[in-house]
Every structure is written in C-alpha cells, then in structure tokens.
C-alpha cells in the first residue's frame, strides 16, 4: 500500500442544558427491509478459454495487477479521517482476498480542486486501475475524471461528489440529512428567536447541498435570525475556535444549527459561562460520550444521525465489482448507489460507543458481501439495509 500526502497535514445552568438538549428530538431512522442474504453477485471468468459454466477466478484479473486508490481532497477534520481509515481497513481486506494486489491514497490536504486534480492526474500516469474519489468540487474535477475514463480507468466518486457522467456514484441522501436537522433546531427553539449557523468543509458538494436545504427551511420561519456563520469544517475542535471569538458580540443565542461538531459547540458555550443552545447531534465519539452522560445523570434519551464515513470503503468494493464484470441479481452495477445513514437510536448508544473511539466518527468499514446486500436494495427500489454494529 501506498500513501501520500500532496501536503503535510495535521492532522448555565444545570437544568437550562437540559431543557436545551430534550428540545432536540429524537432522529428516526426510515425503515429498512429485512435481508434474506440471497443476493450474490456473478462473477465471471477472467479467462477467456473458459467455458461458460467453469468457475470464476478467485483473482482480480487473472495474474494481472489491479491497483484501486483513494484520491480525498481533505483531512482536516474526524469525519474524514475515520473515512481513510475505513478505506484501509476495507483495502487490506481486499489483499488477503486476492480481490485487488494494492492499493495507494492520496490526499490533498489544503481542500482545493487545482491540488486534487495534479493528484489524479498522478495516479493516471502511475496506471492504477481503479480511483475512488472523494471531490473538492463538484464540477471542477470533471476533465480529469474524464481523463481518466478514456484511459480505462474505473472512476467512482463518494461522498462529495463530482458531477462527471462516466462516473459511478456511492452517496447518503444529503438533502435528508439537512432537512432532519433544520427541523430538530428550528423546531426545538419555537420557530423563533436568534441562532448560528455553522458551515462544513468549504465547497464540498454535501455541504453544498445541506446549505441550500437550510436556506428553505429557514424560509418557512421569518421570526427566526440568523445573527452569525462561522465555518466549522465539520470537526468539534474548529467549530470551537470559530465560535470563540463570534460569542462574545452576541446576544442570547437560541440554537445552532450545524453538520457536525456539536461537542465543538457545548465546549465553546460552556468555557464562555453562557446558556446552552438547542443543537442537533452528530455521531462523534465524543459526542455520543456526553449523550451517555446525560442519559445516566438525568435520564436524557434521543437519537443521533450522521453521514456515514464508511462510504468509501463501499466505494472501493464498487471499483472492484465493476473492473471484475460483476452483477448484482443478475443485473450490472447501477450508476449510482445510495447507502444508509448512520442512525443511534438510544437503545445502540453504548454499543457505537464500544466501536468509536473519542476522536472518530461512528460508522462501517463495508464489506464486499454488505456492499452487494447495498446494491441490490438499489436495484430492487428499496432503501439499503444497514449493515450490523461493528464489534469491538
């Protein structure tokens, strides 16, 4: 395996708090279907003097090698890195199953287009067979995805995706994601009073996407004002050094309303002896700490809701399914594939809490035969199924 950093990364009251937290209401997760296990993929022979009923080769291309990489164009915040992480793990899996010879990653690091695109164009010249992506634009990467295609190389994009045709894409549902939050926040402070809105990572198609979804739910509530933005980047700890110098001019604030980073904004509130606003939860380990907290002092209960940091490791078994001909219930892979949220209802939290470390985001490192039981949800019109809680 090989990794590479285009450039280095480094990476009040008692009962105020509580009435502020059970004003975030309980996230539900939509219902998902049981999975009977049935769907498999067909894999066929990589060697042509095989007869049609002769066994698939167990390996990627024969004695052929098969490099996937993982180009990211950020790392700056938890989400991402428990994301890389999950990628290796999925990665190193393919290996040992003889699925792929390596894998490389790559990340720009400073989160521009111009760095993500020397990146790819890199692995492009380096012959990889396969790139999964995850996009500093959504439009800017396009010439060289492209690019890539026409040399033959398998391009997915997750998460932040890139608009270019010739790509699969692996995704969440964003506007979902978005709505649910507004809704919790806008909902739980009344429907008015003064709130602060924290963006995500600059430029990212999900953070794009969840902004425009704010824009309409605050248009439904004119008595609610927006009296600051700051940008968080998704990570607790620079939502925090972005509120600390913003909370100072303000007045009562009612509730924030950001992506992730919520631990990020109880430490920012607190250290400055203020009342704790209404704010949506995220799945960050630390986070989920403090919800375990409150259950057991107060008897707190409610739900957590996140993207998952798990796509790419799905996106790297896509890559392969499709560079070894495979089919899904007889079917080829779509062109898009939308997973499950990371949903905690109350009755999991100690178990994510088992699984994630203080620094990570819950979520899954996918498995090829999870990421199959994925795509045949897609292809049968039916919500994916989520995978189990990891073990420790």
Same mark, same amino acid.
């Given at each position: ?34 999975? #009977?296990?049935?769907?498999?993929? #067909? ?7 095989? /007869? ?11 004695? &052929? ?26 990665? /190193? ?63 997915? !994009? ?54 425009? !979804? ?86 707190? /209960? ?5 993207? #998952? ?16 001909? /495979? ?19 109350? &009755? ?45």
């Amino acid at each position: 395996m090989t990794k590479s950093t285009t450039t280095p990364a480094k990476t009040g009251a008692r009962w105020r708090w509580l009435i502020a937290v059970l004003a975030v209401l309980a996230i539900t997760a939509a219902s998902c279907g049981d999975d #009977d296990g049935d769907s498999t993929a #067909d894999e066929p022979s990589n060697d042509p003097s095989d /007869e049609p009923g002769d066994e698939p080769s167990d390996e990627p291309a024969g004695d &052929e090698e098969f490099v996937v990489a993982l180009s990211n164009s950020f790392i700056g915040n938890d989400w991402r890195k428990t994301m890389v992480e999950s990628f290796e793990i999925a990665a /190193e899996a393919a290996v040992a199953s003889g699925d792929i010879t390596d894998f490389r990653v790559e990340i720009t690091a400073e989160n521009t287009a111009t760095a993500q695109i020397a990146s790819i164009e890199s692995l492009i010249l380096a012959g990889v067979e396969a790139i999964v992506i995850n996009s500093a634009s959504p439009t800017a990467l396009d010439p060289v995805i492209q690019r890539a295609c026409d040399e033959g190389i398998i391009v997915v !994009v997750f998460d932040s995706l890139a608009d270019a045709e010739c790509a699969t894409k692996v995704f969440n549902d964003f506007e979902d994601w978005g709505r649910t939050q507004a809704e919790l926040v806008l909902e739980g402070i009344g429907g008015e009073g003064d709130i602060i809105m924290v963006e995500g990572v600059t430029g990212s198609a999900p953070n794009d996407t969840v902004l425009a !979804v704010w824009a309409e739910e605050l248009a439904k509530y004119p008595d609610v004002n927006v009296v600051a933005t700051v940008i968080g980047q998704n990570d607790g700890a620079l939502t925090q050094q972005a509120l600390v110098p913003v909370l100072p001019s303000l007045g009562d604030i009612d509730g924030v309303l950001l992506q992730v980073g919520a631990n990020g904004v109880i430490n920012a509130f607190q250290d400055a002896g203020r009342d704790l606003p209404v704010v949506d939860l995220d799945t960050h380990g630390g986070t989920l700490r403090i919800w375990d907290e409150l259950n057991k002092s107060v008897g707190f /209960e409610t739900s957590a809701v996140l993207t #998952d940091p798990g796509q790419g490791s799905a996106a790297l078994w896509v890559a392969i399914m499709i560079g070894r001909g /495979e089919q899904v219930d007889g079917q080829d892979i779509p062109a898009e594939v939308v997973l499950p949220l990371v949903v905690i209802p109350q &009755e999991d939290l100690e178990a994510w809490i088992a699984v994630t470390p203080d620094t990570a985001m819950a979520g899954w490192s996918w498995t090829k035969d999870q990421t199959i039981a994925a795509i045949a949800s897609n292809l049968a019109g039916e919500e994916a199924v989520a995978p189990p809680i990891p073990t420790p």
